[in-house]
């Protein structure tokens, strides 16, 4: 029996599908297609599709996929009768009266005013921050006096080797 499906294609976050007629033992990415009969990108909502060919392969008894016979309302291409509608899900939210839309509204001034009036962790960080400043001050000073000397021992090597050039010249 013949299926028309999606078969996804692009790249890794970023889908693009084929409209496809395949074998329903196959799966889309064994790439063994009937027919190729267009392509959708849901991104854009682009769907480009050859209506022709999508009708002919209806008539001759190729079952849609419930996302493309919604795909095929969307471009209005008339199905057959023996084409049921695909189910649609009622969607219901668990606990709805724990979602802060459904509380009370004096329940969340409530809330609001016990977050504002609790006292700010920022003062104990702040003492540690400047210890830790200190540190990094020392550390700079230590690498300050550790440059110079090095300067120091770069311009005696500089003045020796001067002279060793100039000793060279008088010969």
Known sequence: MLVIRMQRTG???HAQFRVVVQDSRRTPTSGRVVAALGSYNPHTKQTI??????KFYLEHGAQPSDRIIR??????????????????KNRSTRNAEKL???RPAEAVQEENADIL??????S???DSDHSIADDISGEEQATEEVSDSTDDSNKSKDASSEDNKSDS???
């Open 124 to 126: 104990e960080v702040s």
């Open 100 to 102: 802060r839309k459904n």
């Open 169 to 171: 010249e008088e010969k």
């Open 71 to 88: 795909l095929l309302k969307s471009e209005k291409i008339a199905l057959p009768k023996w084409i049921s509608d695909p189910v649609t």
């Open 11 to 13: 790249r890794k976050g």
């Open 49 to 54: 599709l050859n209506k022709e060919k999508i």
């Open 117 to 122: 009036s609790e006292e700010p962790i920022n």
